[in-house]
């Protein structure tokens, strides 16, 4: 199963972006989704994660400001993010777990997609 992220670029303090990530290949079933980020010199943290049912998780830093959405009938993700900071710099990573068509349960990464908050 693969990802594909798209939607990062080059941001001013306190504007919007939206990203988006497709998921295609042997796919049964989707469980979660979601998105984290990892800025130099900083683990892999998470963003926001929504399951079926569209129940969401986020992390602090993306409480109040980011939305997770999903598409079911795309095996998409969407991050709506808005009021971004400087420090919301970072490769955004998408990621989905769920059961292949040959019954296997799979998690998989995408490649990222960097995010910069600069004026």
């Known amino acids: 199963v693969q990802l594909q992220a798209s939607g990062g670029g080059l941001v001013e303090p306190g504007g919007y972006l939206r990203l988006s990530c497709a998921a295609s290949?042997?796919?049964?079933?989707?469980?979660?989704m979601g998105w984290y980020r990892q800025a130099p010199g900083n683990q892999r943290a998470l963003v926001a994660v929504?399951?079926?049912?569209?129940?969401?998780n986020y992390g602090d830093s993306a409480k109040g400001r980011f939305t997770i959405s999903r598409d079911d009938t795309k095996n998409t993700v969407f991050l709506h993010m808005s009021v971004l900071l400087p420090e919301d710099t970072a490769v955004y990573y998408c990621?989905?777990?769920?059961?292949?068509?040959?019954?296997?349960?799979?998690?998989?990464w995408g490649r990222g997609t960097q995010v910069t908050v600069s004026s």
């Open positions: 990621t989905a777990d769920g059961i292949t068509t040959m019954r296997r349960p799979f998690t998989s």
């Open positions: 290949g042997s796919i049964f079933s989707l469980n979660a």
């Open positions: 929504i399951t079926t049912g569209d129940r969401t």
